[in-house]
């Protein structure tokens, strides 16, 4: 299994600024990977993160609006740029061990308010 | 693209019943399923992780199956408890370990 710690926890931040989600493993893992999960709805993926590798994002998420870094096998980062109020969600990451099982395991989650 | 669908979306039982939450998929091409639970405002928890290969796994009162070829997967849950109370969420993983997730079941366990 993996331990996962987040930060901040929770932030409310103002229209138009940006917010840097900083999340960090117990262990090296090779794949991570960021979630966001709006109020009252399931998990939409945002990027994979593996280290040694650029950023792979999903469809509807962009390098520009969400900058992902990777700089170690223990640590990435997250930034939510120029907020809006539709930005405000819990954002989650997780990592996946490798083959065979790629069980996931996640942190416990940065809730972000946009006002 | 991967649709996966949780059926009911609520559930509330008495303390002590048996129950069965169920999850379906729309690609059987998965690798592994794995089924989580979330509490009010936490992160996720795994509770069991099947493979591909397998056809169910078995954790203290949980127990989970998994018929790739109907693409259904379903949670049971023996002698239920007040602390089960939750938001059980299913995901199923691609070979690249991407996860898709369904929009989860509440359950509440009424002492």
């Known amino acids: 299994s993996a331990v996962i710690s987040q930060k901040p926890s929770r932030d409310i931040c103002q229209r138009g600024t940006s917010l840097t989600i900083q999340c960090q493993v117990d262990s090296q893992v090779t794949m991570m990977f960021w979630y966001r999960q709006q109020p009252g709805q399931s998990l939409t993926l945002i990027a994979t993160a593996n280290q040694g590798s650029e950023a792979t994002y999903e469809s509807g998420f962009v390098i520009d609006k969400f900058p992902i870094s990777r700089p170690n096998l223990t640590f990435s980062t997250l930034t939510v740029s120029n907020m809006s109020p539709e930005d405000s969600s819990i954002y989650l990451c997780?990592?996946?061990?490798?083959?065979?099982?790629?069980?996931?395991?996640f942190g416990p989650g940065t809730r972000l308010t946009v006002t | 693209k991967q649709e996966v669908t949780q059926i009911p979306a609520a559930l509330s039982v008495p303390e002590g019943e048996n129950l069965v939450l169920n999850c379906s998929f729309t690609d059987s091409a998965i690798y592994n399923l794995q089924w989580f639970r979330q509490d009010p405002g936490k992160g996720l928890t795994s509770l069991l992780l099947?493979?591909?290969?397998?056809r169910e796994q078995t954790s203290g009162r949980l127990n989970a199956s998994l018929d790739k070829s109907s693409g259904r997967s379903t949670l049971y849950i023996a002698a239920s408890q007040p602390g089960d109370s939750a938001t059980y969420l299913c995901a199923v993983i691609t070979n690249a370990g991407k996860s898709t997730f369904g929009d989860g079941t509440t359950l509440t366990v009424k002492p």
């Open positions: 997780s990592v996946a061990t490798d083959l065979p099982t790629y069980e996931q395991y």
């Open positions: 099947i493979q591909s290969s397998q």
